[in-house]
């Protein structure tokens, strides 16, 4: 164990807490005569879709409260990970946006055709694709991570686990709040208004928006301007042009969002509650990949071998707009060349819940779509010295689905319960991309694809539908048997074309007539995933459970993958087969100290089968998405402790130990630029491999951990402050799937910290807001440079540069709120 393993034990052992949740998620305080102050309150979690204390779910779950939330400025997936020791989350430029990964388990980026192994909820409602990353999150009551295989109450897509967000809904009396802030580091300002209360007896309404704008950004761009020159195939490959890609503004990203929902609250009766919301995002950003850092060189001197700068690892990126004559005109291009990312969504929810008395009837129906385009550089390394090699792409993705879920739930008084339910979902996901590269173009071409060599059109529909059930058995007085499943069908029927538009590239990659490219399919996929659960419950401050959890996550088709000419079998490359998880999980939860102390430990160990891994094969030239099994193991430490001695402290820390490796991978692929010698040896007909059997999943760092605190005290009656921090420590790990030894990550501490002083009645807030307050750079995610490295498999190679999704450094927010 490091001295840095050594000081994270030792701080948690001093805090004497581990991270459960700093803060509160509804406030309670002890029964008693005269009010006690201080003491641990209750943590209320929906992890099996009725509300419990968190002591009282035989679930892994980490909560954040509404404080906390507040507290912490939480307002995007990337956020909840930095308060979450084994959550990872890094931000990509395209395929599906994002890399969630969640005790060692998590999906590659490089496929928007993969679902995240890490679902997401919302209200009740599963979003799992990945670029709900790009979404921002605000008036949250609660934030849940549930870890391990969840597919009993989440559904399919959670092999991982479930991050479940839950937005506040109307108050039974009128209240507002104008929240405004300012952020040094990206120079961003923002403004936040809630509206809340009663229409009526039976109606309640909520309004909440929240816009910010940044004008600056959190990355320096040091790019310079770079030449890319073309010749016509028209005209023979004549008529030489050279064009300029201009640098893109800095700093980035120089983000612009606007939020807003409305909530509609309906009790007709005493047992009958309707809940409406309807969601808007808009987010702009200068660049779709502003946080893709060149941290680590293939050739150990300078960045794609051409020692144009120094490998770093820094808040430094190297990225330049399109060519204005060739943006203004492209597809999904701007007049003036400039890169961008362009999210917008809408989402519609709607909860009802019939209390019968002794059954609920509660039924979810959402619709969500979102649309997603982007331009960019996409090699972000090329320079004058190799103009050939420069890529421009332009992309426009559309992603929409309906799902009606229903839950029959009992509350009998005798020994059996159950639950009862049904799903349907129906999605469809349209998928554009233009390439220009190699430094042609064609006049006799259709204008919009004067300079485009290639044009991929693609989309998927789908539909599920899954039966889900559960029976309860209290076998004894506080010992409950539990057991349930799921059985899931569902069905995807995809298109791909990918069309080589220009001559010189068509001659090469057609066949006869045929454009290289077409490709259906047509999968259909079922799956029954059981689970079993005891809990043991001797006393009311003691919990301890046992489960057998299984879980499925779709397989698919990789929209924006790429059909090579070199590629034996391109209908494999695009498609994918489902993943499963089974294992167990075993833990104890505990009140100590008479309500001042809460321990709890969690031992799991799960398998995965096919095991979905994206894979850019650069000699080929195409992604791949390939299956392997692999596991997860390890021991879950969180304790938190609020002295009645000290009211208003309330001390956490957690400690995490995970190993998750590859299980079995004998062919898996070599990374670029990887000898004999370093293992790419595995001779088959199909090629050369190494054996990945026992490396370490990406992204999969074996300890991590938190210490933290939360101080809030009177300093008159009219008067309050409040102090907070949070440390938050990860063991190196490999962002690369591959085992790629120039892409690891070390170990890290981030440390996170902030300052209020307010109206005891909370009428009104100034808080100062810190976070990555040491400005550790760190990656969560890696891609290879394009046209970089060499093939693999020989006596000597040349390793690809390594591109980082990089962290946030540090920034300071100064925040103002007042209630109303």
């Given at each position: 164990?490091s001295?840095?393993?050594h000081?994270?034990?030792?701080a948690s052992?001093l805090a004497?807490?581990?991270f459960a949740?700093p803060?509160?998620?509804?406030d309670?305080?002890?029964?008693?005569?005269?009010v006690?102050?201080?003491g641990?309150?209750e943590i209320v979690?929906?992890a099996?879709?009725r509300?419990?204390?968190?002591?009282?779910?035989p679930?892994?779950?980490?909560?954040?409260?509404?404080?906390v939330?507040?507290t912490r400025?939480?307002?995007s997936i990337?956020?909840?990970?930095a308060a979450?020791?084994?959550?990872?989350?890094g931000r990509?430029?395209?395929?599906s946006?994002?890399?969630i990964?969640?005790r060692?388990i998590?999906s590659?980026?490089?496929?928007?055709?993969?679902?995240?192994?890490?679902?997401?909820?919302?209200?009740?409602?599963y979003?799992?694709?990945?670029?709900?990353?790009?979404?921002?999150?605000?008036?949250l009551?609660?934030?849940?991570?549930l870890?391990?295989p969840?597919?009993l109450?989440?559904?399919?897509?959670?092999?991982?686990g479930?991050?479940s967000l839950t937005?506040?809904?109307?108050t039974?009396?009128?209240e507002g709040?104008?929240k405004?802030?300012?952020?040094?580091?990206a120079?961003?300002y923002?403004?936040?208004?809630?509206l809340s209360?009663?229409?009526?007896?039976t109606?309640?309404i909520r309004?909440a928006a929240?816009?910010?704008?940044?004008d600056?950004?959190y990355?320096k761009?040091?790019?310079?301007?770079?030449?890319?020159?073309?010749v016509?195939?028209a005209?023979g490959?004549g008529d030489v042009?050279t064009?300029?890609?201009?640098p893109?503004?800095s700093?980035?990203?120089q983000?612009?969002?606007?939020?807003a929902?409305?909530?509609l609250?309906?009790?007709?009766?005493?047992?009958?509650t309707?809940t409406l919301?309807v969601?808007?995002?808009?987010n702009?950003?200068?660049?779709?990949?502003?946080n893709?850092v060149?941290?680590?060189?293939?050739?150990g001197?300078g960045?794609?071998?051409?020692?144009v700068y120094?490998c770093?690892?820094d808040?430094?990126t190297h990225?330049n707009?399109l060519?204005?004559?060739?943006?203004?005109?492209?597809?999904y291009?701007r007049?003036?060349?400039?890169t961008?990312?362009?999210?917008r969504?809408w989402a519609i929810?709607?909860?009802?819940?019939?209390?019968?008395?002794?059954?609920v009837l509660a039924?979810?129906?959402?619709?969500?779509r979102n649309n997603?385009?982007?331009a960019?550089a996409c090699?972000?390394?090329t320079?004058?010295?190799?103009p050939?090699g420069?890529?421009?792409?332009?992309e426009n993705s559309?992603w929409?689905?309906?799902?009606q879920?229903?839950?029959l739930t009992s509350?009998f008084?005798?020994?059996?319960?159950f639950?009862l339910g049904g799903l349907?979902?129906?999605?469809?996901?349209d998928?554009?991309?233009?390439g220009?590269?190699?430094?042609?173009?064609?006049s006799?071409?259709?204008p919009d694809?004067?300079y485009?060599?290639s044009?991929?059109i693609s989309?998927?529909k789908?539909?599920?539908?899954a039966i889900?059930?559960?029976v309860?058995i209290n076998?004894?007085?506080?010992l409950?048997?539990?057991?349930?499943?799921?059985?899931?069908?569902e069905?995807?029927?995809s298109?791909?074309?990918?069309?080589?538009?220009n001559?010189a590239?068509?001659a090469?990659?057609?066949?006869?007539t045929d454009?290289?490219?077409?490709?259906?399919?047509n999968?259909?996929f079922?799956?029954f995933?059981p689970?079993v659960?005891l809990?043991?419950k001797?006393?009311?401050?003691?919990l301890l459970?046992g489960?057998?959890?299984?879980?499925?996550?779709?397989?698919?088709?990789s929209?924006?993958?790429?059909?090579?000419?070199l590629?034996?079998?391109?209908?494999?490359?695009l498609?994918?087969?489902p993943?499963?998880a089974r294992?167990?999980?075993?833990?104890?939860?505990?009140?100590?100290?008479?309500n001042?102390?809460?321990?709890n430990?969690t031992?799991?160990r799960?398998i995965v089968k096919?095991?979905q891994?994206d894979?850019?094969?650069?000699?080929?030239?195409?992604f791949?998405?390939?299956?392997?099994?692999?596991?997860?193991?390890?021991v879950?430490?969180?304790?938190?402790?609020?002295p009645?001695?000290v009211?208003g402290l309330?001390?956490?820390?957690?400690?995490?130990y995970n190993?998750?490796t590859?299980?079995?991978?004998p062919e898996?692929p070599?990374?670029?630029g990887?000898?004999?010698?370093?293992?790419?040896?595995?001779?088959?007909?199909?090629?050369?491999?190494?054996n990945?059997?026992g490396?370490?999943?990406?992204v999969?760092?074996?300890?991590?951990?938190v210490?933290?605190?939360?101080?809030?005290?009177?300093l008159?009656d009219?008067?309050m402050i409040?102090?907070?921090?949070?440390?938050r420590?990860?063991d190196?790990y490999n962002?690369s799937g591959?085992a790629?030894?120039i892409?690891?990550?070390d170990s890290?501490?981030?440390i996170?910290?902030?300052?209020?002083?307010g109206a005891?009645?909370?009428?009104?807030?100034l808080?100062v807001?810190?976070?990555?307050l040491?400005?550790?750079?760190?990656v969560t995610g890696?891609?290879?440079?394009?046209?970089?490295?060499?093939a693999?498999?020989?006596?000597t190679g040349?390793?690809?540069d390594q591109?980082?999704?990089?962290s946030?450094?540090?920034?300071v927010?100064?925040?103002l709120?007042k209630?109303f």
């Amino acid at each position: 164990m490091s001295f840095s393993k050594h000081s994270l034990l030792a701080a948690s052992c001093l805090a004497g807490a581990a991270f459960a949740n700093p803060a509160i998620a509804q406030d309670t305080a002890p029964a008693s005569e005269e009010v006690r102050q201080g003491g641990l309150d209750e943590i209320v979690v929906t992890a099996r879709k009725r509300e419990e204390s968190v002591q009282d779910v035989p679930v892994a779950v980490t909560a954040l409260s509404e404080k906390v939330i507040e507290t912490r400025d939480i307002t995007s997936i990337e956020k909840i990970a930095a308060a979450t020791p084994n959550l990872n989350v890094g931000r990509a430029s395209n395929g599906s946006a994002a890399q969630i990964t969640l005790r060692g388990i998590g999906s590659s980026s490089t496929s928007i055709g993969i679902e995240q192994s890490v679902a997401i909820v919302v209200d009740g409602a599963y979003y799992g694709q990945g670029r709900v990353i790009e979404e921002g999150f605000f008036d949250l009551g609660r934030v849940e991570v549930l870890k391990g295989p969840q597919a009993l109450f989440f559904g399919k897509n959670a092999t991982a686990g479930v991050i479940s967000l839950t937005t506040n809904d109307p108050t039974n009396e009128w209240e507002g709040s104008v929240k405004a802030g300012y952020e040094f580091k990206a120079e961003q300002y923002s403004l936040e208004g809630i509206l809340s209360g009663p229409v009526s007896d039976t109606v309640g309404i909520r309004f909440a928006a929240r816009y910010s704008k940044m004008d600056g950004g959190y990355y320096k761009n040091v790019s310079t301007p770079m030449n890319y020159t073309t010749v016509d195939v028209a005209q023979g490959f004549g008529d030489v042009e050279t064009l300029v890609s201009q640098p893109t503004e800095s700093p980035m990203s120089q983000q612009e969002e606007f939020l807003a929902r409305m909530t509609l609250k309906f009790e007709p009766t005493d047992n009958l509650t309707s809940t409406l919301k309807v969601t808007r995002d808009q987010n702009d950003t200068l660049n779709n990949s502003w946080n893709y850092v060149a941290y680590s060189c293939g050739n150990g001197t300078g960045f794609s071998q051409l020692t144009v700068y120094p490998c770093k690892k820094d808040f430094v990126t190297h990225q330049n707009n399109l060519p204005v004559e060739l943006s203004s005109i492209s597809p999904y291009g701007r007049d003036d060349g400039s890169t961008y990312n362009r999210y917008r969504s809408w989402a519609i929810n709607n909860n009802l819940e019939y209390d019968f008395g002794s059954m609920v009837l509660a039924s979810v129906t959402n619709w969500q779509r979102n649309n997603n385009s982007w331009a960019c550089a996409c090699n972000f390394q090329t320079t004058d010295t190799n103009p050939g090699g420069m890529i421009f792409a332009t992309e426009n993705s559309t992603w929409e689905a309906w799902s009606q879920e229903l839950r029959l739930t009992s509350n009998f008084d005798g020994m059996f319960n159950f639950m009862l339910g049904g799903l349907y979902q129906k999605t469809d996901r349209d998928f554009g991309q233009w390439g220009y590269y190699g430094g042609v173009r064609d006049s006799a071409a259709r204008p919009d694809l004067l300079y485009a060599a290639s044009e991929k059109i693609s989309w998927t529909k789908g539909e599920t539908i899954a039966i889900f059930g559960q029976v309860r058995i209290n076998l004894m007085e506080n010992l409950e048997l539990a057991g349930g499943a799921r059985y899931t069908d569902e069905k995807k029927d995809s298109y791909f074309a990918q069309e080589y538009v220009n001559p010189a590239y068509s001659a090469v990659y057609r066949s006869g007539t045929d454009p290289l490219g077409t490709i259906t399919a047509n999968q259909k996929f079922d799956n029954f995933s059981p689970e079993v659960t005891l809990t043991y419950k001797p006393t009311p401050d003691l919990l301890l459970y046992g489960a057998y959890k299984t879980a499925y996550k779709s397989g698919g088709f990789s929209n924006g993958g790429i059909n090579s000419a070199l590629s034996a079998d391109p209908y494999s490359d695009l498609t994918f087969n489902p993943e499963k998880a089974r294992g167990f999980e075993a833990g104890i939860k505990s009140t100590l100290a008479d309500n001042q102390l809460r321990a709890n430990v969690t031992v799991f160990r799960y398998i995965v089968k096919d095991f979905q891994v994206d894979f850019f094969n650069s000699p080929v030239f195409a992604f791949n998405t390939l299956t392997a099994d692999a596991k997860t193991q390890g021991v879950e430490l969180e304790l938190e402790y609020a002295p009645y001695s000290v009211p208003g402290l309330n001390v956490t820390a957690a400690l995490n130990y995970n190993d998750a490796t590859y299980d079995k991978f004998p062919e898996g692929p070599c990374y670029s630029g990887q000898t004999q010698a370093e293992g790419c040896n595995v001779v088959t007909p199909n090629g050369i491999f190494q054996n990945l059997t026992g490396k370490s999943l990406s992204v999969a760092p074996k300890w991590t951990g938190v210490v933290g605190f939360v101080y809030e005290t009177d300093l008159s009656d009219s008067m309050m402050i409040g102090l907070n921090a949070n440390a938050r420590y990860s063991d190196d790990y490999n962002p690369s799937g591959f085992a790629n030894p120039i892409a690891v990550q070390d170990s890290y501490w981030s440390i996170d910290a902030g300052a209020k002083i307010g109206a005891a009645d909370g009428n009104w807030e100034l808080a100062v807001i810190g976070k990555n307050l040491t400005n550790q750079f760190y990656v969560t995610g890696v891609v290879d440079g394009p046209s970089s490295g060499t093939a693999s498999g020989g006596v000597t190679g040349v390793k690809a540069d390594q591109l980082g999704f990089g962290s946030l450094p540090r920034t300071v927010k100064v925040q103002l709120t007042k209630r109303f």
